[in-house]
């Protein structure tokens, strides 16, 4: 499933391509018919990104919301666009640019409304300008789920994937099964600005490259993403050398390195229960 800097980047696409061309739309797969009724004829106005949605806005306050799941895929063409495929949700086609769609978990035409009520579900993202750290904490604090889990919850930090949540916690030397609710603001300041630049990067460039990763493994090789953690199972980690765990939390893989990843420093000391210490007195 991408993550929130894959769709941040689509939408900055989509603003610099696509905002102030009018469309007509079409639905090949059929499933689409009404809202390509809908949307046909108008102009694009705006486009943006919360966490691993995105929003549309068109004449007359026509919205349309997006979300890829795991097997969703845009395709952009600037010039003559070839036949969509079968599996094409909606085709967006103007004289200059052309969008299709296949396979999203959510295509739909919302109301203002049902807009805000979708983006008051999701949690803080860490790329938008106006996204409160204290708000983030305080979501991703609640309750004794441990933190890695935590993290993949899109009602507390919106964007963040399997691979930035693995990253992070590794940049920020935070155990990932810590219980949420016992990471200290600290630690989490640290964590929040390690997501941040993970998807600030990707979102500019396309590619994660973590600080630290190993080398490619040849010289003058095309760039790729490069992880310290994530997808290397037995691998040296490039902080210690220890090897790299990965386990399975809640049917996702995990991956970190328990050598550097510790737990005793970043524990909230225990809160006294009522009653405890009176026998002291």
Known sequence: MPEGHSIHRVARVHRRWLVGRRFTADSPQGRLDRAARVLSGRVLLGVDAHGKHLFHVFEEDVRLHIHLGLFGRIRHFRSEAPAPSLACRLRLASTAATLHLSGPSACELLTPEGEAAL????????????????????????GRMPLAQALLDQGRIAGVGNIVRAEALFLARLPPLLPACELERDAFDTLWSAMRTLLEDGARDGLIVTPGAPPLPSPGRKRAERFCVYGRTGLPCPRCGAKVKGQTLAARTLYSCAACQGVDRVRRPRRARAGEGEASR
């Open 119 to 142: 983006r008051a579900r999701l949690g803080e993202d860490p790329l938008r300008a106006e996204a409160s750290p204290d708000r983030a904490y305080a979501r991703l604090t609640s």
